[in-house]
């Protein structure tokens, strides 16, 4: 089982729309969780970090279920701006100083006028 | 905004070659790493860099790979004898300390290294 999997996509949306992207991991002792934001041929950015309550940050809203292992980002009203590849990010220690982090292939998002 | 920089862009080597990316951290950050990713594949984790020394290493990060902080700003990935397979994107990432979950790492605009 591969350690963090996400479908691939492409998801082709309208603008205005909610799209909803799934991750899953493998390792049961990881520690946190991101969502990063890779535009073509350009590095990761940070897009938030995801908690166990669940989190929102404008129109973006993460969740996480540990029982399931499960990660989702839901993104509301979709721009055009948000066109790019989202990778769901997991770090199997506690703080990114110990460990590596370890990256999903990502999904890829394209959104349409 | 303060940001990773990474030197050079793009470098093309034959393959058996030694090269050398750079990056120049965060000033006051403390944790370094390298990830690196394939064309159209995943990022994946090479080393971090902390007080000085390796803290952690992948199995890609075999003895062709060596890292250095030779001064107080630059951080450097070196591949003694590079292979077809080396061609990747090389990103250099810092963070500035422990803190815990919330931990951003920073990433450089990567260096893209063909191996012909």
């Known amino acids: 089982r591969k350690e963090v999997e996400q479908d691939p996509g492409p998801f082709n949306v309208p603008e205005g729309a909610t799209v909803a992207f799934n991750c899953t991991y493998s390792n049961s002792a990881s520690q946190s969780f991101f969502w990063y934001r890779q535009d073509c041929r350009k590095e990761p950015k940070l897009l938030m970090s995801v908690y166990s309550s669940g989190n929102e940050d404008g129109r973006f809203t993460a969740q996480l279920n540990r029982a399931s292992q499960y990660i989702s980002l839901l993104i509301r009203d979709s721009k055009l701006s948000d066109s790019a590849t989202y990778l769901c990010?997991?770090?199997?220690?506690?703080?990114?100083?110990?460990?590596?982090?370890?990256f999903g292939k990502g999904t890829k998002l394209s959104v349409k006028p | 905004e303060p940001e990773v920089t990474q030197t050079p862009s793009h470098q093309v080597t034959q393959m058996g070659q030694e090269v050398i990316l750079h990056c120049v951290p965060i000033?006051?950050?403390?944790?370094f790493y390298w990830y690196r990713q394939i064309l159209g594949q995943k990022v994946e984790f090479l080393v971090s860099f902390y007080n000085n020394e390796i803290s952690e290493k992948s199995e890609i990060f075999d003895d062709q790979f060596s890292v250095e902080r030779p001064d107080g700003s630059n951080f450097t990935l070196k591949i003694r004898s590079t292979k077809l397979e080396d061609s990747a994107m090389y990103f250099c990432?810092?963070?500035?300390?422990?803190?815990?979950?919330?931990?951003?790492?920073?990433f450089g605009e990567g260096s893209r290294l063909t191996v012909l």
């Open positions: 990010v997991v770090n199997p220690r506690y703080g990114g100083s110990q460990g590596n982090l370890i």
């Open positions: 000033s006051n950050h403390l944790y």
């Open positions: 990432a810092s963070m500035g300390d422990f803190t815990g979950e919330t931990g951003e790492l920073f």
